[in-house]
């Protein structure tokens, strides 16, 4: 569903991505881990089309996204870090447009948008976006999105702005698309995130993935290396490892 070989972008001298090799099967849930200033969104626009790799090959569904950029773009989801959305629309007034760009089954999408409104607490359709929390915005975002039911769902950090309560209801949304056959790739820098809600996780540091597996065999990587759990393991991978040290000097 989503494959990346070779992947690097380069902004100047500065190598943002190295060299990224992802292959995510299809009803997957994918977290992509790492410290801020990793090179997750940069990777994430990579994967999404809106921002051109410096070298590498990036397969989405089976198509080449240099090939296929557009009907990528159409059979996807992407719920971006900062939600960009028209501020002076009302929330109902997004959905409509969303729903006519993508050209979807409108009867099919307005039942799944009203069940995710009712999960996601979101009762202020009728309010202008520029009035919106980030959180707000980010459930409104989400909402769009799966409404869709696209067959890839990427999403950028996306319990960020969100209580507690919204975030473990995004978890039990993106368990049930998953197992409704919808492969999910996520972004968090919370190790906590990627623990709860991911089957697999890719750990990324200065744009390298350094380490990569299910949650058990990530697990059993970290009693190997003396680690007592994964986040030491976590730590040390990225380069957190002399934290004690630091605090210690405090
Ligand atoms: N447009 C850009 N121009 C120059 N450097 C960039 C640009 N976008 C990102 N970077 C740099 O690339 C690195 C990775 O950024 P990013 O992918 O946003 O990290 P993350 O999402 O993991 O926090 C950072 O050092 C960031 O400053
Ligand atoms: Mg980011």
């Known amino acids: 569903m989503i494959k990346a070989k070779n992947l690097v972008k ?21 977290g992509f881990l790492g410290p801020n200033g990793a090179g997750k969104t940069t990777t994430i626009r990579m994967l999404t089309g809106t921002l051109k790799p410096t070298s590498g090959e990036i397969e989405i569904l089976g198509m080449d996204m240099k090939k296929n950029e557009i009907k990528i773009k159409a059979n996807i989801g992407v719920v971006p870090d900062e939600p960009k959305m028209y501020e002076n629309l009302k929330g109902s007034e997004f959905i409509e447009f969303i729903m006519n760009i993508y050209e979807v089954d409108k009867d099919e999408s307005k039942k799944r948008l009203d069940e995710i409104c009712e999960a996601f607490e979101i009762d202020y359709l009728d309010s202008f976006i520029g009035d919106y929390s980030h959180g707000m915005k980010q459930k409104l975002m989400v909402a769009s999105v799966l409404m869709r039911k696209p067959k890839v769902i990427f999403l950028d950090e996306p319990t960020v702005g969100l209580d507690a309560k919204s975030a473990k209801i995004l978890k039990m949304l993106l368990e049930k698309y998953s ?72």
């Open 10 to 30: 380069k902004f100047g001298d500065f190598i943002a991505v190295d060299n990224v090799n992802l292959n995510i099967k299809s009803g997957e849930i994918y």
């Open 179 to 250: 197992k409704e056959g919808a492969t999910i790739f996520l972004t968090t820098h919370i190790l906590e995130i990627a623990e709860k809600m991911c089957d697999r996780i890719g750990i990324i540091s200065s744009g390298k993935l350094i380490a990569e597996g299910t949650l058990e065999e990530l697990k059993a990587l970290s009693k190997t290396s003396e680690k007592q759990s994964l986040e030491d393991l976590f730590l040390e991978l990225t380069g957190a490892g002399e934290l004690d040290d630091i605090i210690k000097e405090l």
